[in-house]
């Protein structure tokens, strides 16, 4: 082995090894580019029908983002907490209709020893009392929410001077380049972004008013859970259903197979109508490589893993068809 290939080994080593140490520094920042981008979106979609300069336009938008904001806060969060305290007296209720369903079919008795004892009510309720041990993750995450804002307003105020440093940073031949793959980044995420943003809220609204007309209890917390898991494909649709349907099991199993229809139907329409036609001027990702992104890095960092995977996998596939394919897989002899 020559002392060139040595040391190209040995800095691809070092510079694994420093990503992987500073891996939460740099989810924040990712993070705040997710969130800039965001803004960027509603930023130009001002611009164009406004002619005002960055600053006040982001200004702008942050003030309709909050007024907004605090309008759902007071429209929904009442009722929510509501339906959060109504869910915890319904779980025992639950637990006891599926133990009898269980005990009334002979072919599913077996599964009671598989039901275990730390998921009965009574060993839930002990939980509170070590609610302490979590305050620290949870200050941890506010920490984290309060720079991932502060990073995507700095961010956003001025994003050619940050791209502009990481142009500077390469070889002049590669400039023109660096900077279109920039440019090509930021507007695949966006539309990324404001295709799931528009899925999202639409499942969100079908799921609330469909819940509603089934007269199924909790309609407005399961259909937030229902929208905001859509922005996880593959694995948050399905997880998310589990809510409506455990709630409409305790009213009768008639009312589940009801709500499991229209979970299908809706699931099938966000699918494979309205995200592949929101996302197919901008991005098209495989459902198998969805997949192996979410399970691969929430295997990596758990939860913030989960969340931008698909993200992160929307800026690596566009690299990759630009460097990887166009520049060196297309021009081989």
Same mark, same amino acid.
């Given at each position: 082995?020559?002392?060139? @290939?040595?040391?190209?080994?040995? @800095?691809?080593?070092?510079?694994?090894?420093?990503?992987?140490? *500073?891996?939460?520094?740099?989810?924040?920042?990712? =993070?705040? !580019?997710? /969130?800039?981008?965001?803004? +960027? /979106?509603? !930023?130009?979609?001002?611009?164009?029908?406004?002619?005002?300069?960055?600053?006040?336009?982001?200004?702008?938008?942050?003030?309709?983002?909050?007024?907004?904001?605090?309008?759902?806060?007071?429209?929904? /969060?009442?009722?929510?907490?509501?339906?959060?305290?109504?869910?915890?007296?319904?779980?025992?209720?639950?637990?006891?209709? !599926?133990?009898?369903?269980?005990?009334?079919?002979?072919?599913?008795?077996?599964?009671?020893?598989?039901?275990?004892?730390? &998921?009965?009510?009574?060993?839930?309720?002990?939980? =509170?009392?070590?609610?302490?041990? &979590?305050?620290?993750?949870?200050?941890?995450? &506010?920490?984290?929410?309060?720079?991932?804002?502060?990073?995507?307003?700095?961010?956003?105020?001025?994003?050619?001077?940050?791209?502009?440093?990481?142009? %500077?940073?390469?070889?002049?031949?590669?400039?023109? +380049?660096?900077?279109?793959?920039? +440019? +090509?980044?930021? !507007?695949?995420?966006?539309?990324?972004?404001? =295709?799931? @943003?528009?899925?999202?809220? %639409?499942?969100?609204?079908? @799921?609330?008013?469909?819940?509603?007309?089934?007269? /199924?209890?909790?309609?407005?917390?399961?259909?937030?859970?229902?929208?905001?898991?859509?922005?996880?494909?593959?694995?948050?649709?399905?997880?998310?259903?589990? *809510?409506?349907?455990?709630?409409?099991?305790?009213? %009768?199993?008639?009312?589940?197979?009801?709500?499991?229809?229209?979970?299908?139907?809706?699931?099938?329409?966000?699918?494979?109508?309205?995200?592949?036609?929101?996302?197919?001027?901008?991005?098209?990702?495989?459902?198998?490589?969805?997949?192996?992104?979410?399970?691969?890095?929430?295997?990596?960092?758990?939860?913030?893993?989960?969340?931008?995977?698909?993200?992160?996998?929307?800026?690596?596939?566009?690299?990759?068809?630009?460097?990887?394919?166009?520049?060196?897989?297309?021009?081989?002899?």
């Amino acid at each position: 082995m020559s002392s060139r @290939t040595l040391i190209i080994i040995s @800095t691809f080593l070092f510079l694994a090894f420093l990503t992987w140490q *500073l891996r939460w520094v740099l989810l924040v920042f990712f =993070g705040a !580019i997710i /969130v800039a981008v965001a803004f +960027d /979106v509603l !930023i130009q979609r001002l611009q164009k029908r406004v002619k005002v300069n960055r600053v006040f336009a982001l200004l702008i938008v942050l003030m309709i983002l909050i007024v907004a904001g605090l309008l759902i806060f007071q429209l929904l /969060v009442p009722e929510l907490i509501t339906q959060v305290k109504e869910l915890g007296n319904l779980l025992p209720t639950l637990e006891l209709k !599926i133990q009898s369903i269980i005990s009334s079919q002979p072919r599913l008795v077996l599964l009671k020893q598989y039901i275990p004892d730390i &998921f009965r009510w009574e060993r839930v309720e002990p939980v =509170g009392s070590k609610i302490l041990e &979590f305050a620290g993750g949870a200050a941890n995450s &506010f920490i984290q929410l309060l720079l991932i804002s502060l990073l995507s307003i700095l961010l956003a105020l001025d994003p050619k001077s940050h791209q502009q440093i990481i142009i %500077s940073a390469t070889p002049r031949p590669f400039r023109n +380049d660096i900077s279109k793959l920039l +440019d +090509d980044c930021r !507007i695949a995420l966006g539309g990324w972004l404001e =295709g799931m @943003t528009i899925s999202a809220s %639409s499942i969100f609204m079908l @799921t609330w008013a469909g819940l509603s007309l089934l007269k /199924v209890p909790l309609a407005l917390l399961s259909a937030l859970v229902c929208g905001l898991l859509t922005f996880v494909p593959t694995i948050g649709p399905t997880v998310a259903t589990l *809510l409506p349907l455990g709630i409409a099991l305790i009213i %009768s199993p008639t009312l589940m197979i009801e709500v499991l229809i229209l979970r299908v139907i809706l699931q099938n329409l966000e699918a494979f109508l309205l995200t592949p036609l929101l996302l197919s001027r901008t991005v098209n990702l495989l459902p198998t490589v969805a997949l192996m992104a979410q399970l691969s890095l929430g295997a990596l960092l758990g939860l913030p893993g989960l969340l931008i995977a698909l993200p992160l996998t929307v800026v690596l596939q566009v690299c990759i068809q630009e460097v990887l394919i166009a520049k060196v897989m297309d021009t081989w002899n």
